[in-house]
Every structure is written in structure tokens, then in C-alpha cells.
């Protein structure tokens, strides 16, 4: 036996109660953490995947498109909106910009043709 335990009945009883309401405290705490941990794992689950290609949108009438991201891009804003592989390669073509963080033009294997130009002309 332990002898650091009180002698008498009433004082074991007293301390029996107080570590049974410590261990209902220490089993609610780790039921609401185990709980807290299996929301955030079904959240993790649930989420949506992320973009492959996000355009930033403007202010004003109609938000138009003013530059193209690759999907995770840290440099996109707030307005923004997942597109197509297409239609990202069709917005970067039509003059939208392209991302200078992420290059989403070279991702996508556009060529600078305003260069290129330049170039058969002076040939020429």
C-alpha cells in the first residue's frame, strides 16, 4: 500500500471525489479536442480542389478580367474566379495579363508573338 494516503475514511473519500471531478474534467476536454480534431478533418476532406487557372476580376460595370493566375497563385486578389484551361489561354491571348508571380503564359506555353513579329519584319 501507499503510505502517503491519509488514515482515515472520510479523508479518502474527500480525495476519491475530487480526482473523480478531475478526471470528468480531463475526459470532457479530450472528448471536445478529439471532436474539434474530426471537424477539421472532415473539413480538409470536404474542401474543394483548388483551380488550375483563376482570372482576377476588376471593379466596375461588368468586372472585366485584368490579369490571369495559376490556381494557388498568392498574388491573386480577392475578386477572382476559377476558369477552363481555354479560357485562360484565350484571356492571355486577348490581351488580359498574365500574372508576373506565377507566369501563368508560361504555364500554359504562350509565346510572346509581339517579339516574334518584330523579328520576321526586320528580316524582311
Known sequence: MFDDLPPDLARLLTLRVWHAMWLQRIDTK???LQEREAEQEQGRRNRPA???WVVELGIGNGRPPIEVHVGGCYAAGKRRR???RDEA???LTSGVRACGH???DTALEILDLSAGSAL???MC
Do not use: G, K, Y
Request: glycine share 0%.
Open 102 to 104: 506565377c507566369q501563368p
Open 30 to 32: 479530450i472528448a471536445a
Open 89 to 91: 489561354r484565350r484571356l
Open 50 to 52: 483548388e483551380p488550375d
Open 82 to 84: 476559377p476558369v477552363p
Open 120 to 122: 520576321s519584319t526586320a
